[in-house]
């Protein structure tokens, strides 16, 4: 059957048994400003009692912009919210004065410090939902954890929404936490304290996904935002720690050329960088790649030519984000680093990562989210996802801190589970999880190595044994494995 | 109720009436490689009879990648598939004998020359949908188009699928068509001819998204990928044409600082950017974006300071390529570029685009898709996207060619409803569509305008009128608004 559609044209309505609509009209695309005031953005983005509100951590420390939003809300009314940020710092410890009023009831995402602190013994209905990096991304993909409206804070951004952590003064690195919540979320408001004439140059978050644009004085302390440099340990007890890393890998045949590491952003870590450096230049190799956060201790061995590539999703210092501005091919998302529902990871080549710990137990498990006193203070961060991708994952404690013994019979919190833990490096030697047979095999006779049980009973000896904790019966957070199953219940503390 | 996980862990398997499935184990990623033949990549797929298949149409005229493909799924032995390329050219006539051989029996996407025209005397049973690269993203995205495979050539790959069009002998510019079907296809191979040592410093296609990796030969010929150098027009009518482009951008107050433009590759849309540049250089103004295919004449602006960024998605010559791989920045997705589903896209603020045509009419409707004797030989290609998005759409055609009429009654086939057709410049004067009454008004005394009619008239008299062509029963095609409504079917043409 023929019907004329609204540019004179008869067309058949149905053609071989599918249907297809006749065109009715065509209005231009609309490209005006999408710049509103922070109330009013709030307002228009729908958001209702009982909803959830998602937020990036790349501000860390010197984030204003979580604590704007949560005012404003609180002026609105709005009541019974979810908060799913990728992690809280000691800067927004108004978070428990609005958990006080009733205004965030539940809270999925990583609490460092003092409202980590604060739920340890004021536990939520709903427990704190802990995730991974990677694992926080695949639930907001699959919709297990669906923002109704994400705040997306940006260092500069046009009017129309494209953003972008790498230019403006409060420059903090490529956006890297957010494109799942621009993408999933009912509404995504970038909030900037730089407008730029439209079009910004770099989009990590594009016009595309963005309904409105907040323009504040400022979204943070960028003396807080990044450091100036990181401080390699001065305190030989970690130096040894960190140079037996490097004895280890290079007995497991991993320095060469074309190895592909991570390293975190602590003392240990750092200090193992550079010895890492050292043996290349010694043995006359050049990696492939470096993974995870970024240093400059990484961008001078990009720059003597020790390493190839860098691929990047968190700039930790200032060396770092003018390294991303000028090499835009290192900027990945946390999706491409760790996604785990994908067909692969910029990660799952990894020869080595060096990871830290507060305590690990001798399953090889690993606690990276309570001190042993039971409290909630830190996240989970990447250490399940690159634990999970690294060929050697290494984790470096001393055997006991003061009177705490940190290699124990169960961690307080499994972070990540001892399956994927392949080495824990310590003061008193280095021990191997005995499923990597293959590994100990490698090293036998290059290094000395110690069992994980001599390491945990001199712990105990040096210590006394774990505290006596007084936990109640209230459940304050779960750790989830990157698949969304459950590793560990953290219970509320009792004084 | 407490369960044990695998970690030694007691968990609540319930809490606060939801459930959590407790840890049962975990596995490292698999890094290995993916690389595999390219038979085996295919009975890999799982490709089925009755399924359909995707390409880019990216190394244009020179690729080798469809060709093969199709040579070993006919050794395979599979049939009835229905193509989702984005365009086939010339050099894919060999898709004539799959289509006779019973190997194709659908297509949606467009068929530019020999295919078009076998399809235009034999049509398939149903008819070729022809999408605008916007409306085609969007099909795919929403899953009216869902690709089961999706064959992916690039320039340089690794062996995880890490791939790019912008380094390697067969460079062609970013990759920018095929992340839609990427995300979306069941199953995705990436195609080679030059394996880069893990991983691929660009990634337009991250290994995520990757199932196979397909090492050949050669993915085309460069010579044909991409032109030297395109020429510009030494016609005096088109030369002609191109300046009074630039008169009307004048006259209408669009020539200043910060402009936003979009200009195809033919001679006189090249042209029309000569001109342009001159203008803004006598104006000493700066353009802010240019939007769109890249050539030589564009980064020449850049370069000379005349313009401050450039968002690409085609490089259309060596220039263009060499330029994006300068300026990463630069690279855009078709989905940024005109995704009709988004909240925005990269040419929302385009305040003018210069565009061609094979015919117009009276209504202002353009024909893109066929020739005046009806035959079916080219795609829509962003001509709907842009001329939605700009405040200022011309379209540039002579009033007749040889004997044939260019401004019609109505155009043989509706590619781009004449709702957002903004100006006709023509060798016989510039008609502006009546809807545009603002712009009329701005324009009025700077420079002439005639009526549609009465161009129409002119080139009636002309050529005596359009040729009777016969057209047969069946529809051979139809073509799509980027909302997916019908705007035309295009008929079986009879010798």
């Not at 907040?214 to 305190?235: A, E, H």
């Not at 960088?273 to 970024?294: F, H, M, N």
């Not at 990447?382 to 169960?410: C, E, F, W």
Request: glycine share 8%; aromatic share 6%.
């Amino acid at each position: 059957m023929k019907v004329e559609n609204a540019c004179g044209k008869q067309i058949e309505a149905e053609l071989s048994g599918m249907s297809y609509k006749p065109f009715t009209q065509a209005t231009k695309y609309d490209g005006s400003s999408k710049v509103v005031n922070f109330s009013n953005a709030l307002r228009k983005s729908g958001l209702k009692d009982s909803q959830t509100i998602s937020f990036h951590h790349q501000l860390r420390n010197g984030d204003y912009v979580i604590n704007q939003t949560l005012e404003i809300i609180r002026e609105l009314g709005i009541k019974n919210l979810r908060l799913a940020q990728t992690a809280l710092f000691p800067v927004h410890k108004s978070v428990i004065d609005h958990i006080k009023e009733g205004m965030i009831i539940r809270i999925e995402g990583s609490c460092n410090g003092p409202v980590g602190d604060y739920l340890s013994r004021n536990p939520l209905e709903y427990p704190v939902v802990l995730r991974s990096h990677g694992g926080r991304w695949a639930a907001v993909t699959s919709g297990e954890l669906h923002p109704n409206v994400a705040v997306i804070a940006a260092s500069s951004a046009d009017c129309r929404g494209n953003a972008t952590g790498i230019i403006g003064d409060s420059a903090f690195g490529n956006i890297a936490y957010s494109q799942a919540d621009a993408w999933h979320a009912d509404t995504v408001i970038v909030v900037t304290d730089t407008l730029v004439d439209y079009p910004c140059p770099f989009r990590e978050i594009y016009e595309g996904l963005v309904d409105y644009v907040v323009v504040v004085d400022k979204i943070g302390d960028p003396q807080k935002i990044v450091s100036g440099s990181l401080q390699l340990t001065d305190d030989p007890i970690k130096k040894k720690i960190a140079s037996e890393c490097v004895e280890l890998m290079d007995a497991a045949g991993i320095i060469k050329d074309d190895m592909i590491f991570q390293a975190g952003a602590g003392g240990i870590s750092l200090t193992a960088i550079k010895y890492l450096d050292e043996r290349l230049k010694e043995k006359d190799c050049v990696a492939a790649l470096s993974t995870g956060g970024l240093t400059k201790y990484i961008v001078d061995m990009y720059q003597a030519g020790r390493l190839k590539q860098v691929n990047t999703c968190q700039c930790f210092d200032v060396d770092a984000v003018r390294f991303v501005r000028d090499h835009l091919e290192s900027a990945s998302t946390i999706g491409e680093y760790s996604n785990p529902l994908m067909k692969g990871r910029n990660t799952d080549r990894l020869d080595t990562v060096i990871l830290g710990a507060t305590e690990v137990d001798t399953r090889f498990n690993v606690n990276v989210n309570t001190h042993s006193d039971g409290r909630m203070l830190h996240g989970i961060g990447g250490h399940q996802d690159v634990s999970t991708a690294a060929n050697l994952s290494i984790m470096t404690v001393p055997v006991y801190r003061k009177t705490t013994p940190v290699v124990r019979d169960l961690v307080t919190t499994v972070s990540t589970p001892g399956d994927v833990v392949d080495a824990i490096v310590t003061d008193q030697g280095i021990a191997i999880n005995p499923k990597r047979k293959d590994l100990i095999d490698k090293v036998q006779g290059l290094i000395d190595l110690v069992s994980i049980h001599d390491l945990k009973e001199q712990a105990y000896t040096a210590t006394g044994g774990p505290m006596d904790v007084k936990f109640g019966d209230k459940i304050v957070g779960i750790t989830k494995y990157v698949d969304g199953t459950v590793l560990d219940n953290i219970y509320q503390i009792r004084e």
